[in-house]
């Protein structure tokens, strides 16, 4: 999914060069799954800890964290506060465990794929 994204935005931008921080354990897995997906053929550099290395990946950075933080105050303003919003996160949790023994469902706003709905909609097996 976060490659597939990142290729819209990429082929979008039209760059020669892109620098990504990979989200794959294996970089170079997901440097060929990103090309795979691109119409244009930029140099792709995919590295873990990109941010660390790279200015251009430490500034998307702190421009994703401050458009999600955004996000999350407008999912407050309808929802009341909800923790972080991390999957570890223990008042999230709880949130999403009486979300989830009100509506019977996940809530449409939050990723479906953590574990952390694994244990809350089987806590047998979870």
Same mark, same amino acid.
């Given at each position: 999914?976060?490659?597939?994204?990142?290729?819209?935005?990429?082929?979008?931008?039209?760059?020669?060069? $892109?620098?990504?921080?990979?989200?794959?354990?294996? &970089?170079?897995? @997901?440097?060929?799954?990103?090309?795979?997906?691109?119409?244009?053929? &930029?140099?792709?550099?995919?590295?873990?800890?990109?941010?660390?290395?790279? $200015?251009? =990946?430490?500034?998307?950075?702190? =421009?994703?964290?401050?458009?999600?933080?955004?996000?999350?105050?407008?999912?407050?303003?309808?929802?009341?506060? @909800?923790?972080?919003?991390?999957?570890?996160?223990?008042?999230?949790?709880? @949130? *999403?465990?009486? %979300? =989830?023994?009100?509506?019977?469902?996940? &809530?449409? @706003?939050?990723?479906?794929? %953590?574990?952390? %709905?694994?244990?809350?909609?089987? &806590? =047998? *097996?979870?």
């Amino acid at each position: 999914m976060e490659a597939l994204h990142m290729a819209r935005i990429i082929d979008a931008l039209g760059a020669d060069e $892109v620098y990504v921080d990979a989200p794959d354990t294996n &970089p170079p897995r @997901f440097t060929r799954e990103l090309t795979d997906l691109l119409t244009t053929v &930029p140099r792709v550099v995919a590295e873990h800890k990109a941010d660390v290395n790279y $200015v251009v =990946v430490s500034a998307a950075s702190i =421009v994703a964290k401050v458009e999600r933080d955004r996000e999350i105050a407008k999912l407050r303003e309808v929802h009341g506060e @909800f923790g972080s919003g991390y999957p570890s996160d223990d008042d999230t949790i709880a @949130f *999403l465990e009486g %979300w =989830v023994a009100r509506e019977g469902s996940p &809530p449409d @706003f939050s990723r479906k794929s %953590w574990k952390t %709905w694994e244990r809350i909609l089987n &806590p =047998v *097996l979870g």
